[in-house]
Structure formats: C-alpha cells, structure tokens
C-alpha cells in the first residue's frame, strides 16, 4: 500500500509529496466517457461495479496517490427522501422551502450501494480510498435552489429571513452527512474530505454562524483524518487554522505563504487552467510549487479546484510524473 496521502495527513511525510486531484475521476477522461455514454449519471453513481471501475481510472491511468470515491455530494438527497436528478448538475425534487423541512427524512439505508462500492475498492486498491461528503451549506443551496440564473437569491432570502428554520435545515443535512461519512469510512476509506464549494458567498459574520460550527463537529464526529475544501479559504485562515483537519487551499493564496499562518497539513493549489498550457509551463509551474513546500512533511499535491472537463489528459499526466519526478 503507497501510504504518502496518509503520511502527509499525520504530518510526517519523507521525500517527495503525495499528488492527487479533485474531479480526478471525470469527464475529462476517455474512458469515463464511453460508459456515461451508455448510462445516465445517476446510474453510474448507484451502481457499485460502475462507480468502482471509474474510482479506479485515474489510479490505474495517471498514477495518482490516492482514490476519490466516484460520488457526488448530492447524493444525501436520495437519503433525505428527495428525488435527484442531474441536468447539467444536481436537480433536486421538491426544492425546499421552509414549511417542509420537517417532513425530510434521513434514511441512510438509501445509500448502501455507495457502501458496497467501497467495499468493491477496497481489497484491490494499492492507494488510500478517500471518502467524502458536501458541507452543509453547499448541499442545502443545492436542496434550495436549481443553480443558474441569479444564483444564491433563494438561499440567501431563506438565511436572512428565517435564521432559524435555515439552521434547522443545515442541522439536518450535518445530521445525515455524518451518518454517511461513518458508513463510508466503516466500509474502509482512510480519510475523507468536506466540499464547502459555496461558503465564500456569505459574509464573515455568517461564515462563523452558519459553517464554522458544522466542520468543528463534522471532524469531531468522525475518527479518520479530514481534509476540508472551502473554496476561498485563503480569506478565512484565521477561523480554519484552529479545526484539527488538513485544508485544501485554492490559487489566491501562495502555499509558502499560508504556511506561515498555519502549522495544518496544507493541499493544493494549482489553478486547473493551467493543464491548458503547453506542457513544459505545466511542468515548471508544477516544480515552483514543489520547491515552493519542499521538504514539508504536511503537504499534498492538488490543484485548487477540480479537473475541468475537456482538459488533456497529457498535461494531468505530466503534472503528475513532475511529482512523482518521473520527468
Ligand atoms: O473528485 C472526483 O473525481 C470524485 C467525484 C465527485 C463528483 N462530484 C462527481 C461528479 C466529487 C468529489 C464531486 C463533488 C461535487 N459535486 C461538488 C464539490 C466540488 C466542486 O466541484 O465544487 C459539487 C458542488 C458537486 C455538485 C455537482 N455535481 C455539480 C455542480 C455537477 C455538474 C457540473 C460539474 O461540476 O461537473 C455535478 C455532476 C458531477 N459530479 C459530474 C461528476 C464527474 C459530471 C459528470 C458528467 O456530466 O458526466
């Protein structure tokens, strides 16, 4: 077992760091494409053998240190009794308001295929299996709202009218997050990471009030490392620097900079435009954030946000080999 991603996380790695990316199993990938041409999205994520096959890809493809469940953070929905579709991206049915969040239910049970996806990866992977779920705030604009058009208008008109029904729903979404974060990591993922995609839309004030609290008890409650993505998280590394979890920063933030702020284990951060320059910038970029962070014993590879589609698989390839000092 290639234990680096686990090393960086318990903040003692030697040699070179670990490299993984998010979005690693998607549609920038040919072989991700020909199966989600033959079956819709929702299938390829309830489906164990399909779900394990893409968790697999980049692994068997690129090299990569570590495996991301080929999931989606939306799936909660399916366990709080919503119907979930995805047209573009998620779709939930009914959008919530506040007069039906207390019929939600929380039936986990609904997500025992993503277990048994798990359980198919496990035995045969010769990298750690990272599980993950959203932060309650990113899932409930989803559960909110169908996103496009003048994004956040519905959730912000929920927060700022009813503050207390909107923390109800968060409770409720932090409630079923843990529970499916547990069954994920009683299946056997070795650490798991939170996406708050949407945190940086709030002031400072409600960041403190409506997420900071959910990640500090998400981490308490679970028993493997967890790394937290926030995009923007660069602004708020005061609040961050206390939770005892990795963070995955973006761009906006030099990582030798952000060091100095914080002794946490620290991933990321290239800008995942940059796989669409020529491969010898790619690699150069790739090198000055290594030298940038070498030596340090906390430090994983990533970019700072997710792999977009339509990337060369090349340029993911040379990033990766740069790492690995293959090339
Ligand atoms: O990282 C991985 O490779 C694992 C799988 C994974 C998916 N979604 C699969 C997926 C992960 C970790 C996610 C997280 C996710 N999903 C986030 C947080 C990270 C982020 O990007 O900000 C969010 C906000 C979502 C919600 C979501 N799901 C959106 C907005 C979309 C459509 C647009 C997009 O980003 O692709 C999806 C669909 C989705 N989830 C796809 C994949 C591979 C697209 C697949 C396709 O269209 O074939």
Redesign the pocket.
Known sequence: MDLKLLHSLNQKNQGRPPVWL??????YLPEYQVL?KKYS?KELFFTPELAAEITRMPIDLLGVDAA???????VVAVALGLKLD?V???VVQPLLTPSIIDGLCCDLEKLEPIVKTIELLIPELKVPLLG?C?APF?VAT?LIEK?GGEKFFETKKWLYSSPKSFEKLLERIEKISIGYLKMQIEAGVGAVQI?D?WANILSKEDFRKFCLPSYKRIIEAVNVPVIL?M?GAGAHLDDLAGLPCALSLDWQMPMHEARLKTKQTLQGNLDPDLFFAPLPIVKEKTIELMKSMQGDPSFIVNLG??VK?NTPVDAVRCFIETVKGII
């Open positions: 998010m979005r690693q199993a998607g549609r989600r999205l991301i469940l080929f999931s989606d953070i939306m995805f573009e991206g998620p993950f959203g990113t989803y996103h996406f995609s993505f995009r946000h997710g589609p």
